[in-house]
T-cell receptor, first 116, second 111 residues
Framework: GAVVSQHPSRVICKSGTSVKIECRSL??????MFWYRQFPKQSLMLMAT?????????EQGVEKDKFLINHASLTLSTLTVTSAHPEDSSFYIC????????????FGAGTRLSVL | KQEVTQIPAALSVPEGENLVLNCSFT??????LQWFRQDPGKGLTSLLL?????REQTSGRLNASLDKSSGRSTLYIAASQPGDSATYLC??????????FGSGTRLQVQP
């Protein structure tokens, strides 16, 4: 099956620093990538959708200037949490769909962000 | 607003029992309905995907059904095992092909 690699798996950082999370599709071209967030004991919530070569579409309540998403190639999307604060501590997970199977999302393993 | 609801929120059963997890969604215009498993602190494992044109899917001891008209899906787990203990999430794929997740059912299977 298709593989999506997400890195890093765990990040601990100080308040005010920026953190970049990478999401790569290893064996297919990801025309669309999704970024989800999961707070403790809650379900996954969609943050944004990004299509290769175009600006990301953010969900209501998600600050686009704080969560910068770049999808510059068909195999890589990045999420940068700028000036992270403790309330940004969460589990971030990406998924990707390809041209041939648009109705199937392949998930990365997730990144646990802890902001001190 | 598209919503996905899962009942029960938590379930504890003795090993060997058959069990049913429920999922309901408010918007029947879906591409598919998926069931995932999530272990504590981990990512998602896809279990079953039911396309909108299908009624059910089976994989081993798992069977998932989909009734679009009533906005319901069920996940049936036969002969439960301690290794089945996890949180089970259902998710609907809508028009933008993004997934809307339910809040999950935390399953504990006691040996």
């Amino acid at each position: 099956g298709a593989v999506v690699s997400q890195h890093p798996s765990r990040v601990i950082c100080k308040s005010g620093t920026s953190v970049k999370i990478e999401c790569r599709s290893l064996d297919f071209q990801a025309t669309t990538m999704f970024w989800y967030r999961q707070f403790p004991k809650q379900s996954l919530m969609l943050m944004a959708t990004s299509n290769e070569g175009s600006k990301a579409t953010y969900e209501q309540g998600v600050e686009k200037d704080k969560f910068l998403i770049n999808h510059a190639s068909l195999t890589l999307s990045t999420l940068t949490v700028t000036s992270a604060h403790p309330e940004d501590s969460s589990f971030y997970i990406c998924s990707a769909t390809g041209r041939l199977a648009k109705n199937i999302q392949y998930f990365g393993a997730g990144t646990r962000l802890s902001v001190l | 607003k598209q919503e996905v609801t899962q009942i029960p929120a938590a379930l504890s059963v003795p090993e060997g029992e058959n069990l049913v997890l429920n999922c309901s969604f408010t918007d029947s215009a879906i591409y598919n309905l998926q069931w995932f498993r999530q272990d504590p602190g981990k990512g998602l494992t896809s279990l079953l995907l039911i396309q909108s044109s299908q009624r059910e899917q089976t994989s081993g001891r798992l069977n998932a059904s989909l009734d679009k008209s009533s906005g319901r899906s069920t996940l049936y787990i036969a002969a439960s095992q301690p290794g089945d203990s996890a949180t089970y999430l259902c998710a609907r794929m809508g028009g933008r092909r993004a997934l809307t997740f339910g809040s999950g059912t935390r399953l504990q299977v006691q040996p």
